[in-house]
Every structure is written in C-alpha cells, then in structure tokens.
C-alpha cells in the first residue's frame, strides 16, 4: 500500500501563491502518473493537473493554465504544485493521487479521478481575503 503525504496547504490571499508537496516515502517503484484533485466546499472533486513521470508531460485543467504548475522530483519520490495568482473560489481540499497499473497510457485520461489508484488525506487551502 502507497502512501501519499500532502503539505503545504494554508491561508492565501487573493493573487497570493502557495506551493503544495505531495510525498510518497519509501515508494521503490516509478508510477504513471501522479495528478492533483480538489473538492470546494458543497462541490464535487474536480481535476487540477497532472504529470506523467517518465518525461514530465503536464495536463491542466482551462482554468488553472498559466497560473498553476506541477512538477515532479524523481529522487525526493515528490510531486510538487505550484499555485500562483490564486483566486477565492479556489478554496478546496487538495488531493494529489498515483496511477500506477499502466492504464492510463492507454485511456488517455488523466483527469479522471477513476483511473487513479492511491490518494492522499488531502490539504486544506484557504482563502484569507
């Protein structure tokens, strides 16, 4: 069993940045691809971004292009999000998961939570505006 260990959720002002860590300690293994999620208070989860491992393909979801970015440490086994410029209605618990059974080079579909096989507890960000 993955564990997956989110950091770096807090208070950010509107247009403020924050920069969220998602590490797997002891993971021996490469995944897919490892994607963040979040779910805003009374919404549903929804697709942030993603990052294929071997190579460092982003995906990224209209609304957070330009602003958000993730990243990925190979020997720290760490996923990084870097949110910039953020906006109030952003508030969300953030999720980062790991694909890791090989489907989903063949679905293509990285923003879909079902394709994913291990989650993170989630970090709470909040707007302080």
């Known amino acids: 069993q993955v564990q997956l260990v989110e950091s770096g959720g807090g208070l950010v002002q509107a247009g403020g940045s924050l920069r969220l860590s998602c590490a797997a300690p002891g993971r021996t293994y490469s995944p897919d691809a490892m994607a963040w999620f979040r779910q805003g208070p009374g919404k549903g989860r929804e697709f942030v971004a993603a990052?294929?491992?071997?190579?460092?393909?982003?995906y990224y979801t209209e609304s957070v292009k330009g602003r958000l970015t993730t990243s990925r440490d190979n020997g720290k086994n760490t996923v990084y999000l870097q949110m910039n410029n953020m906006k109030p209605e952003e508030t969300a618990v953030y999720y980062c998961?790991?694909?890791?059974?090989?489907?989903?080079?063949?679905?293509?579909?990285?923003?879909?939570?079902?394709?994913?096989?291990?989650w993170g507890q989630g970090t709470q960000v909040t707007d302080s505006s």
């Open positions: 990052i294929v491992w071997n190579g460092g393909r982003t």
């Open positions: 998961a790991e694909e890791s059974s090989g489907r989903i080079r063949y679905s293509g579909r990285y923003d879909q939570a079902l394709m994913y096989d291990y």
